[in-house]
């Protein structure tokens, strides 16, 4: 069945580069997301990659998708405070045809100062 | 545009007791749905909608029903509150079903606590 994994949480310090990590089962996925939650907030969409793609870079955000082991990690280069918050990953199923997505768990990001 | 919005934004109910969540949305799309949110489990899907006057079960749907008469709202209704169903209620619409990219667009989200 479909599933996305993701580990629940990690810690860094200001300035250091943060890699959240996903695992996900439905090789036929076209795109994987990274969504962005912060506090009390509703999610939103930080980035995304095709599933053709190996690599996709947005100024600070650094995407990388292996289909072979079906991981994808997403790398904040030089990480501020203002980068806490719970980071989701997504697949999006063509097969069903409902514009399903499946989140996984969500990884919660400190920043110390 | 106001995007996805919900009401109310924090409820407390009695056990038992029945409430309605309603979302809206201003962008014209077709693709709704309601998710649930609770610690260590991502988002949960409870129903969706692929259409004005359709809806179709989640991973999630058991006590609550939904409606969508109307292509911009998609409500989710709560007969009989039990205290499992205390969570956090998202919802969200999106352009399209089809194998493309399809980004969902999310609103605040609504605190239920069920005593």
């Known amino acids: 069945g479909e599933d996305v994994e993701q580990s629940l949480f990690l810690s860094v310090r200001e300035g250091d580069s943060s890699v959240i990590n996903c695992t996900y089962t439905d090789s036929s996925s076209t795109y994987l997301y990274w969504y962005k939650q912060e506090p009390g907030a509703g999610l939103q969409l930080l980035t995304y990659i095709f599933s053709n793609m190996d690599m996709k870079q947005d100024q600070r955000l650094t995407v990388l998708l292996n289909k072979k082991d079906k991981h994808l990690s997403l790398r904040i280069a030089d990480t501020q405070t203002g980068d806490s918050a719970i980071y989701f990953c997504a697949e999006s199923l063509p097969s069903s045809n409902t514009g399903k997505l499946i989140f996984g768990q969500g990884t919660t990001l400190q920043v110390k100062p | 545009n106001a995007g996805v919005t919900q009401t109310p934004k924090f409820r407390v109910l009695k056990t038992g007791q029945s409430m309605t969540l309603l979302c809206a949305q201003d962008m014209n799309h077709e693709y709704m749905y309601w998710y649930r949110q609770d610690p260590g489990m991502g988002l949960r899907l409870i129903h969706y909608?692929?259409?004005?006057?359709?809806?179709a079960k989640g991973e999630v749907p058991d006590g609550y029903n939904v409606s969508r008469l109307k292509k911009q709202n998609f409500l989710l209704g709560l007969e009989s509150a039990a205290p499992s169903q205390t969570s956090v209620y998202f919802c969200?619409?999106?352009?399209?079903?089809?194998?493309?990219?399809?980004?969902?667009?999310f609103g605040p989200g609504t605190r239920l606590t069920v005593l």
């Open positions: 909608s692929v259409g004005e006057g359709t809806t």
């Open positions: 969200a619409s999106s352009y399209t079903s089809s194998s493309s990219y399809n980004e969902q667009f």
